[in-house]
């Protein structure tokens, strides 16, 4: 250990010469790594890896979640149901549930469901691109979760919990299998905006802070923009290099003195990452770097701008990529729900459509498992003149890649799309479905705090086999 006498050097006016810009702050934490080294891609592990994960074979090796915030239709998507229309304007027996707001009587759905694909699945005509990914998917019709308000349900989605207190999916993912670049974050949240809550729904409540997912407002594409104050625009790698050798002996004097100090720690690998990401982030978040060709494919809405983006993060190595659609809650249609829908739904139909084909192009949807969905669905009954109410009983989701059994449906709802009948599959399903395809047994990953053994599932959970190749 090199001493270096207090009374010689104030640490703060030191940083504060020395450090400039975020990428900067960051080399105070490097342990060892020197600049050159830095720009290579390496596995990272995690302090469960040493403990045997993945517990099994994965069938997928990363995730995209498209998380469609406010809850989409499921009678309007992906779930026909000719009844409305036979019943249109009655309100059955079924429809005296508990929802967040009062409801009339059955709304029709103004869509019409085409039989796709050689599995023949049947899909809103909307999804003119989509729909003919439709035999890679696996489409969950009997989703339902705990409560129907937003704040809730957006967190047992994310969370596994109705509260804002646990750590999310992604926090879980990269917790228990690292990352596959070391130079990227391995949970990206993907956002032009923040939705309700924000983000604690990508945090990591009591894990290491490392784990939490870093998210990303990408409504200007330039990555100097997206990822401001990353560049040391001011030092050169070499002198960099020296600074590093200096507050290296700085941090671990520091360090001795602070013994399992989690927060510590935490601040210190962030500014390791962070130091690191000055030599790939620019690339890896620079969409402007595909063709013209491939840009257009993708189309040129702020949503579609993530998806390739995800698809360029997948493939540099990051295990967790999830895509808000839009700032808050757009998919929340309480009122002008038809035309509403209609809008979203043709305005994420050609940025999925290739993604999915752009993933299969390249080899890499065998280990990306697709997820899309919102945190529950809506009514089948009317809100006010023409909208429709949150609907956590019933709703859909799909799956595609990574293990999926594709052609599939999985459960149903009744007749007229309240509530989950058959094969029901509740979200501490989903999540143990997700788990169990990146090689995690969901009980087994776990971390002790106040005294007892969390995991995201709780004491809840079964894998939906019926899903998976």
Not at 1 to 17: D, G, H, Q, T, W
Not at 78 to 91: H, I, S, T, V, W
Not at 231 to 259: G, K, M, P, W, Y
Not at 317 to 331: A, L, M, T
């Amino acid at each position: 250990m090199i001493e270096i006498p207090s009374s010689e050097i104030n640490r703060r006016e030191l940083l504060s010469k020395v450090g400039s810009g975020f990428g900067m702050l960051g080399v105070a934490g490097m342990l060892g790594n020197s600049v050159q080294g830095a720009t290579t891609t390496a596995p990272a592990v995690s302090a469960t890896t040493m403990q045997g994960l993945p517990h099994f074979l994965p069938k997928a090796k990363r995730v995209i979640f498209l998380f469609m915030s406010g809850g989409p239709s499921q009678m309007d998507t992906f779930d026909p149901k000719p009844a409305l229309e036979k019943y249109a304007g009655q309100r059955p027996p079924s429809a005296d549930v508990r929802t967040a707001s009062k409801t009339t009587g059955l709304m029709p759905s103004t869509r019409k469901f085409i039989n796709s694909g050689e599995s023949g699945i049947p899909v809103a005509d909307t999804f003119e691109k989509l729909r003919h990914h439709v035999d890679d998917m696996a489409i969950v019709r009997s989703m339902h979760t705990d409560f129907p308000n937003h704040a809730p349900a957006l967190c047992m989605m994310n969370l596994g919990t109705l509260t804002p207190t646990r750590p999310s999916l992604g926090s879980w993912m990269s917790y228990g299998l690292g990352t596959e670049n070391q130079n990227l974050p391995s949970f990206v949240a993907l956002c032009p905006g923040k939705p309700v809550l924000g983000p604690k729904l990508w945090g990591s409540a009591f894990l290491p802070g490392q784990y939490q997912g870093t998210h990303i407002n990408h409504k200007d594409l330039n990555p100097e923009k997206m990822i401001p104050n990353l560049r040391n625009e001011v030092v050169n790698a070499t002198d960099q290099r020296e600074q590093i050798d200096f507050l290296q002996a700085l941090n671990q004097q520091h360090a001795e003195l602070r013994s399992n100090d989690k927060q510590l720690e935490t601040r210190i690998k962030s500014m390791e990452l962070a130091y690191r990401m000055q030599f790939t982030a620019m690339e890896a978040f620079d969409i402007r770097q595909e063709s013209e060709r491939t840009q257009a494919a993708y189309g040129s809405s702020s949503f579609s701008q993530a998806c390739l983006m995800a698809r360029r993060l997948s493939e540099s190595g990051v295990r967790f990529v999830q895509v808000y659609y839009g700032d808050r809650q757009p998919w929340d249609t309480h009122s002008n729900h038809n035309k509403s829908n209609e809008r979203l739904c043709r305005d994420i139909d050609q940025p999925i459509a290739q993604l999915l084909t752009d993933l299969k192009q390249r080899g890499l949807l065998e280990e990306t498992l697709v997820v899309w969905g919102g945190e529950f669905g809506r009514t089948p009954t009317t809100q006010g003149n023409d909208g429709r109410d949150h609907n956590p009983f019933g709703f859909c989701m799909w799956m595609a890649g990574g293990g999926i059994k594709g052609g599939t449906v999985h459960g149903s709802t009744d007749e007229f799309g309240f509530k989950a009948i058959e094969n029901k599959v509740h979200v501490h399903d989903l999540h143990a479905t997700i788990m169990h395809l990146m090689g995690i047994d969901h009980e087994r990953l776990t971390y002790r705090y106040g005294g007892r053994d969390f995991r995201l599932t709780d004491v809840h959970g079964r894998v939906v086999n019926e899903i998976i190749a």
